[in-house]
């Protein structure tokens, strides 16, 4: 009798280590699990801020292109109207000047 006793003894001492094991090991794979997940979301933290930072780089060239664009545009408007306007000039001041001269006649 005593040896049955002894080994159902026996026997829930290892049923106890196999659940403490299995325990650990479940915390351990918890563990590892939650490291595994923290380092991915880190790694898609960085990669996305890579990807706006990228985004916005891009954002700010075609902006300044287009600014440069309307700028250039403006500085050609300008420069044709002032050349046309020179132009007119001579005209101008030859009738001020024979309106003058009708005045004092």
């Known amino acids: 009798m005593k040896e049955i006793v ?17 325990k650990n090991h479940a915390q351990e794979a918890l563990l590892k ?4 997940a923290q380092e991915f979301r880190n790694q898609k933290m960085l990669e996305l801020k890579d990807s706006i930072r990228r985004e916005k780089e891009q954002a700010e060239r075609s902006f ?3 600014k440069e664009k309307i ?15 020179e132009k007119d000039i001579p005209e101008i001041a030859k009738n001020i000047f024979s309106q003058i001269i009708a005045i004092n006649e």
Do not use: S
């Open 71 to 85: 700028l250039q545009e403006a500085r050609d408007a300008g420069a044709c109207l002032r050349t046309k306007k």
């Open 64 to 66: 300044i292109a287009e």
């Open 33 to 36: 699990a939650k490291n595994e």
């Open 6 to 22: 002894d080994e159902v003894l026996q026997e829930e001492e290892n049923a106890r280590r196999l659940v403490e094991q299995a």
